[in-house]
């Protein structure tokens, strides 16, 4: 049992056949060669990229293969690509079993497999996954053509896109095809029944009389035009038309949009695990531009340009773009691209980034990311938008070109220490409506380093969640003490701005500062403090700036690079405390519904979407998750100098939010509370509550007001008691 390879196709379109594969290959090879050669000329990578290369391979192979991104909030497209890569990688694999055998075991050894128990494994196995990759790519063309999913319109969607969809439904059907008239030509063998897509087309030629030429003759049909129309003529052409658009297709790879089936698996294996939580470096000496040409930017964000699919799914979840903000993820990616594309082509060198759209992109569009990781953690072939993102902006940055909002913010920070302005005398002055005092960690040892945030300091609504947290924190007992004047601006968000060396000066003030402290623990009121603590000081080398005479700090060292002193956001140092029993709460005083919002550099950023929970949890309230939770959540706005500037947006990303609490929750209007965990939400859904309509529908608060509320509940039952 085994069938002939190449029936029907005499010797000279054998020669013919394999020259066209040698050119093709050729062609193929000389295509992947330039391809990879042009990120040589990109800038070096600051991370390891293919350190451990093994276990990456391994590790990028499990997510490419089960597909587990294209599943994440898209079922459909999830089985759609999953047929579509099975079908296709099971195809490829029984191409490359038949040139194993014929030009390896066969001619060098005398060994024949494709024949017998394991050729009729191999044909249904086949079949099988040949029909599930033909219905993958119907799939496409149905959620293309006929639903015409807003994702994968813009105004990079070309010819190619309709080229590489229509070449791969003509190799899945037209595979079959061939398959079927062999198996009519060769009178139905009855084995071939395990082939039953093919067998069922066979039938079918049966059915509607398609004559062989063997019936012709015997039917002596002798007039050459009856003999033209027959299985044997149709087979020649469909192995041809087959043949060639394999060939067509294989050589087409390197220079259009099948490439992403090789970028996109090299993307991921060289991946960040913490990119966006942690940016790149600059040097001191500045011998690395930002974005001045194409060439500045890393190799591996010339191939995050050329593994982008444009299949959309960073843009469905922007909340810029969403806003009507002059941003799409996908666009700035591709329009990288298409740029660098035009110069290899002899096209004219112009700005990357500047005003008045002279540019490859506008500083608008960038000023409009809020660096919610959205569009990263959305992708399936982990393009780090983040990375190059912040390179156009510390480009912007460098040529002045940012708004004047975020040029005060600026000169805030360096003259006050502050986004505030305000006198750094003041940072404290919060502790005043304590009913205790506050520990000055700068002149006694302290279990606690809290790092309380320009806005717990300095805005009217978030001290109110400051003294709750002291409140917490006196409660359950433990150490805790604050660096009054000493405690500066964290530096997250005028990082992401592009503000990069106003960000190391802040980063060695507090490193120096935290050296003359004695405390085991750092915990943050703020999720963007928490992250760059966490993810970004340990990489900052600050000998390299130690001699600047503009840089006012002596530290020489990386700053807990073997991560011996704990970071934590106060919601997880607080939820080890309930856990020990540290605070006296059942879990009943509180009997509110609410809903909560997880902040973005606490959840995509850092992955800690329990901790706040259980705190919620532990207050007796019931919590009812909004649809986008989690690594879901939608951005309130506020993040990448957001928070410090104007945008005709509509609606703003901070009333969308609570509209979607109080609509499409389960409880709905019954919601009581929108609970968060991060100053900046509680400013800009404060802000949105106003303008959106909503103060008399909800209330904003933080997680922390919440716990002081059950505290006091649990004080008032245990007097009750104790009167009784």
């Given at each position: 049992m085994g069938r002939e390879t190449y029936l029907g196709i005499g010797s000279t379109g054998y020669a013919v056949f394999y020259l066209l594969v040698a050119i093709t290959l050729a062609v193929f090879a000389y295509g992947v060669y330039r391809r990879f050669s042009r990120y040589a000329d990109g800038?070096?990578?600051?991370?390891?990229?293919?350190?451990?290369?093994?276990?990456?391979?391994?590790?990028?192979?499990?997510?490419?293969?089960?597909?587990?991104?294209?599943?994440?909030?898209?079922?459909?497209?999830?089985?759609?690509?999953?047929?579509?890569?099975?079908?296709?990688?099971?195809?490829?694999?029984?191409?490359?079993?038949?040139?194993?055998?014929?030009?390896?075991?066969?001619?060098?050894?005398?060994?024949?497999?494709?024949?017998?128990?394991?050729?009729?494994?191999?044909?249904?196995?086949?079949?099988?996954?040949?029909?599930?990759?033909?219905?993958?790519?119907?799939?496409?063309?149905?959620?293309?053509?006929?639903?015409?999913?807003?994702?994968?319109?813009?105004?990079?969607?070309?010819?190619?896109?309709?080229?590489?969809?229509?070449?791969l439904f003509g190799l899945g059907v037209g595979g079959f095809l061939l398959e079927g008239l062999r198996i009519y030509i060769t009178g139905m063998p009855e084995h071939e029944v395990v082939s039953f897509v093919g067998y069922g087309l066979?039938?079918?030629?049966?059915?509607?009389?398609?004559?062989?030429?063997?019936?012709?003759?015997?039917?002596?049909?002798?007039?050459?035009?009856?003999?033209?129309?027959?299985?044997?003529?149709?087979?020649?052409?469909?192995?041809?038309?087959?043949?060639?658009?394999?060939?067509?297709?294989?050589?087409?790879?390197?220079?259009?949009k099948p490439f992403h089936m090789l970028s996109s698996f090299a993307n991921v294996v060289v991946r960040d695990e913490n990119a966006g939580a942690r940016l790149p470096n600059v040097p001191a000496d500045l011998d690395a531009t930002n974005a001045e040409s194409i060439d500045d930017f890393t190799w591996k964000e010339l191939l995050d340009q050329d593994a982008c699919t444009k299949c959309g799914r960073c843009s469905s979840v922007c909340p810029a773009k969403a806003s009507d903000r002059p941003l799409d993820p996908r666009n700035v990616i591709l329009d990288l691209k298409q740029y660098r594309e035009d110069l290899d082509a002899g096209g004219e060198e112009q700005p990357i980034i500047a005003d008045g759209g002279t540019s490859v992109i506008n500083t608008e569009t960038m000023e409009s990311c809020m660096a919610c990781m959205a569009c990263m953690d959305a992708c399936p072939v982990e393009i780090e938008h983040l990375q190059s993102f912040t390179r156009l902006n510390r480009q912007a940055t460098d040529q002045g070109d940012i708004s004047s909002s975020m040029q005060d913010v600026f000169q805030n920070v360096m003259q006050n220490g502050n986004t505030f302005g305000d006198s750094p005398r003041n940072r404290g002055d919060w502790t005043d409506d304590l009913e205790f005092d506050v520990a000055d960690a700068r002149e006694e040892e302290v279990d606690y380093l809290w790092y309380v945030g320009d806005f717990p300091s300095y805005d009217e609504r978030n001290k109110q969640v400051a003294r709750s947290l002291a409140t917490i924190l006196k409660e359950a007992d433990v150490s805790f003490g604050i660096l009054f004047d000493d405690e500066k601006y964290d530096g997250n968000d005028i990082r992401r701005v592009g503000e990069e060396f106003l960000y190391v000066e802040l980063a060695g003030h507090h490193v120096e500062t935290w050296e003359d402290c004695e405390f085991d623990t750092i915990v943050c009121t703020d999720p963007h403090s928490y992250n760059t603590f966490k993810n970004e000081y340990p990489e900052v080398d600050f000998e390299e700036f130690a001699d600047d005479p503009m840089m006012p700090f002596d530290y020489e060292e990386f700053w807990n690079d073997d991560g011996e002193i704990d970071v934590y956001h106060w919601t997880q140092a607080v939820e080890e405390l309930v856990s020990e029993g540290n605070l006296d709460l059942t879990g009943t005083e509180l009997d509110y519904t609410v809903t909560y919002h997880d902040p973005c550099h606490l959840g995509r950023y850092n992955d800690e979407y329990e901790a706040p929970r259980e705190l919620i949890k532990a207050t007796g309230c019931t919590l009812d998750e909004m649809p986008r939770n989690r690594a879901n959540a939608f951005c309130c706005g506020g993040g990448g100098g957001g928070?410090?500037?104007?945008?005709?947006?509509?609606?703003?990303?901070?009333?969308?939010?609570?509209?979607?609490a109080l609509e499409d929750t389960d409880a709905g209007p019954e919601i009581d509370k929108f609970v968060v965990a991060c100053p900046m939400c509680m400013t800009m859904y404060e802000d949105g509550r106003k303008t959106g309509g909503y103060e008399d529908e909800i209330e904003i608060v933080d997680v922390a007001e919440l716990i002081v509320e059950a505290i006091g509940k649990a004080e008032e039952a245990n007097v009750e008691v104790a009167a009784n």
């Open positions: 800038d070096d990578d600051p991370f390891a990229r293919v350190n451990d290369l093994p276990s990456r391979i391994v590790s990028a192979a499990k997510i490419v293969l089960s597909n587990e991104k294209q599943f994440n909030r898209d079922l459909y497209g999830g089985l759609m690509h999953s047929f579509i890569l099975w079908g296709f990688l099971t195809l490829l694999i029984a191409t490359t079993i038949i040139a194993v055998e014929q030009y390896g075991t066969e001619l060098l050894f005398g060994i024949v497999f494709w024949q017998g128990d394991f050729y009729l494994a191999y044909q249904f196995m086949v079949d099988a996954m040949g029909l599930l990759f033909v219905v993958g790519i119907g799939m496409a063309l149905y959620r293309r053509y006929w639903v015409r999913n807003h994702r994968l319109w813009g105004r990079h969607t070309s010819s190619e896109d309709d080229i590489f969809i229509w070449t066979a039938l079918l030629f049966g059915a509607i009389g398609l004559p062989t030429t063997e019936a012709a003759l015997s039917a002596n049909y002798v007039a050459m035009e009856n003999l033209a129309f027959n299985a044997e003529t149709l087979h020649w052409l469909s192995w041809w038309s087959h043949s060639l658009l394999a060939l067509f297709f294989i050589a087409w790879i390197p220079y259009a928070l410090w500037m104007d945008f005709e947006e509509e609606p703003k990303p901070s009333e969308e939010r609570i509209r979607e």
